[in-house]
């Protein structure tokens, strides 16, 4: 891949996330860690708002945007399976933004992609949340979204049963079930916690800052660290 290619890939991975490590962006752009480390510091350099640290992650400093793009037949049908797997894991609300997205897409694609896109020969049935895990899906996200404390009880692996305040961090999903990641208040450290074991979920008039030791780079710290050792 040319030099030019990488560096638009680069900035296309991080503005497409939250947080990039700096070992995603190798293993995806297939360059060492020091490259990318490298590549950021001279896009930083040319005026492109990557913040962000070494060993920490980088995002990009909202309001950065690139002109239009056009995807080619390959990138289109990728995004119409990407669409067709993820709707029925998510929630109402994000299920229908996707597929509005992608019609939005699609509508301006050639008429030979479009064609590709539309007549993929890939399906993906699968069984959809439960109503009620999909409504603690939205509501999650738009707490953490808001950075709202939210309050449920939990019943965990072993039956045993708990109130719990929490900071909802980022909802993860693992093939079968979503979990929240977050800094309980409760236990006085980060908890993942199963939906489908939640009730009586509340959000809080409680609002919560970053503070060190308690953020989502600190908990993808820790688990890097003990992935490591």
Known sequence: MRRADRLFQLVQLVR????????????????????????????????????????????????????????????????????????PHLDEELAAHAEAALGKIVAVLPAAARAAAESMALLAPATPLEAATRLRLRTLRHAAEARRAVRFAYVDQQGAASSRTVRPLVCVYWGAVWTLAAWCETRADFRNFRLDRMTGLEVLDLPFRDEPGKTLPDLLRRVGADRDA
């Open 16 to 87: 497409g996330r939250r947080l990039c490590t700096a070992r995603f962006l190798a293993e995806r752009l297939e360059v060492s860690e020091r490259t990318v480390y490298r590549d950021v510091a001279d896009l930083q350099a040319q005026g492109v708002p990557i913040e962000g640290e070494a060993g920490v992650g980088y995002r990009m400093r909202a309001g950065f945007d690139l002109p239009p793009l056009m995807f080619t037949r390959d990138e289109a049908q990728a995004l119409v399976a990407s669409v067709r797997v993820a709707r």
